[in-house]
């Protein structure tokens, strides 16, 4: 007859025993998980330039509407402002 070895029972059920992690392996961060928060920063800074670039754009564009509208004789405007009523 042979002794139960540490991983079972006399009832011959198998338990598991996990040998405790090291320090080191607890506070660790997988490789996939540092990569996923590089992909994230990087598209949350292509978006912010993207969302700023457009703003700029549109500003430019608001303002030369605004200097164009400006630069036209006061009777243009109103009759294009008459007109449309």
Request: aromatic content about 4%; glycine content about 6%.
């Amino acid at each position: 007859m042979t002794s139960p070895s540490p991983n079972s029972t006399e009832s011959g059920i198998s338990t598991n025993v996990k040998s405790p992690s090291s320090p080191a392996e607890q506070g660790s961060v997988s490789k996939t998980t540092v990569t996923g928060i590089i992909v994230c920063a990087i598209l949350l800074v292509v978006c912010g330039i993207c969302g700023v670039i457009v703003f700029v754009v549109w500003r430019r564009k608001k303002m030369q509407r605004s200097e164009d509208t400006a630069s036209r004789p006061v009777s243009d405007v109103a009759l294009r402002y008459a007109a449309l009523m």
